[in-house]
């Protein structure tokens, strides 16, 4: 016959294997680590015809310009680093005169999308990402101008739509760069014959809390991401 006693005492030995069970499974979640720029790639040097843009088959592909060891440099704990190509469309810089052949179209690998893993409460492999997309490969003297035209439309459509705009000058090592919302921090600069684009979220508890967290991602990293690249460029 059972008793009272034998049924109490069996619960109360399954609720401490319960919670025995459970502190086996938690863990804690390490703080997360920021680094700085350490650009350890090779030099990007296309070489533009004079006041010409460069041939679209010349163009670097985005996914072997940011290495693993650079993004480790930036981001210690960054693991899972998976690369998805992106499309870029390039039309003609100067409107008024013919492009030469083969210096406008898509180029499938102009950008690229870094995905990768951080330390977080919950485990992802893929809860963070790095976009870096070159929007210009020319003559610098053509690549400046076209800066300077984004960088006019840019500082009017923040003050149209009330975005918070900056512009950086070129404290980060590039000729020129600006956010055009700092809410979301992405950067578009400038260096030579090369204009880009970086940009990137990451859901990781220790990047902070919404709405801080895509400015503190900007500031932390995307920035950094902007030296590395840049430090290679003529």
């Given at each position: 016959m059972t008793t009272r006693a034998h049924v109490l005492s069996a619960?109360?030995?399954?609720?401490?294997?319960?919670?025995?069970?459970?502190?086996?499974?938690?863990?804690?979640?390490?703080a997360l680590n920021f680094g700085s720029a350490q650009?350890?790639?090779?030099?990007?040097?296309a070489q533009p015809p004079s006041g010409r843009s460069l041939p679209l088959a010349q163009w670097p592909h985005g996914c072997e310009v940011l290495s693993d060891a650079e993004i480790k440099a930036i981001l210690p704990q960054a693991g899972s680093?998976?690369?998805?190509?992106?499309?870029?469309?390039?039309?003609?810089?100067?409107?008024?005169s013919q492009a030469d052949p083969g210096t406008t179209g898509d180029v499938p690998d102009g950008g690229c999308k870094f995905g990768f893993g951080l330390p977080d409460k919950y485990e992802s492999d893929s809860n963070s990402s790095i976009t870096l997309t070159f929007t210009a490969a020319a003559d610098p003297a053509l690549v400046a101008k076209s800066y300077a035209?984004?960088?006019?439309?840019?500082?009017?459509?923040?003050?149209?739509?009330?975005?918070?705009?900056?512009?950086?000058?070129?404290t980060l090592g590039p000729q020129g760069c600006y956010t055009?919302?700092?809410?979301?921090?992405?950067?578009?600069?400038?260096?030579?014959?090369?204009?880009f684009e970086v940009g990137g979220t990451s859901t990781a508890s220790g990047v902070g809390e919404y709405p801080k967290a895509d400015r503190n991602w900007s500031?932390?990293?995307?920035?950094?991401?902007?030296r590395t690249v840049s430090a290679r460029m003529p």
């Open positions: 619960a109360t030995a399954l609720a401490g294997a319960a919670v025995l069970l459970l502190a086996g499974c938690s863990k804690d979640v390490p650009p350890s790639g090779t030099r990007l040097a680093i998976k690369r998805q190509p992106v499309k870029v469309t390039i039309i003609n810089f100067d409107p008024l035209k984004d960088l006019a439309r840019a500082r009017e459509d923040a003050t149209k739509y009330h975005k918070e705009f900056e512009d950086l000058g070129a055009d919302d700092l809410a979301r921090g992405n950067l578009t600069c400038h260096q030579g014959p090369y204009e500031e932390k990293v995307l920035r950094q991401v902007v």
